[in-house]
């Protein structure tokens, strides 16, 4: 199992994308990132990496 204190937060993740929270929500409802929720939203550093990959245009 994962250790949960390791996962990003919206906000978090939105501050690493210069995105706002409310667009990270967005990506994560329209599953184009994966994430989990306890409590409130929370993303693994591996699953943001590929969702960053998956964005390339090589």
Known sequence: MDD???????????KKLGFTEEWVRDLIARKEIKAVRIGYWKIKPKDLDEFVKSRRNV
């Open 4 to 14: 949960i204190r390791k996962y990003l937060t919206v906000r978090q993740v939105a």
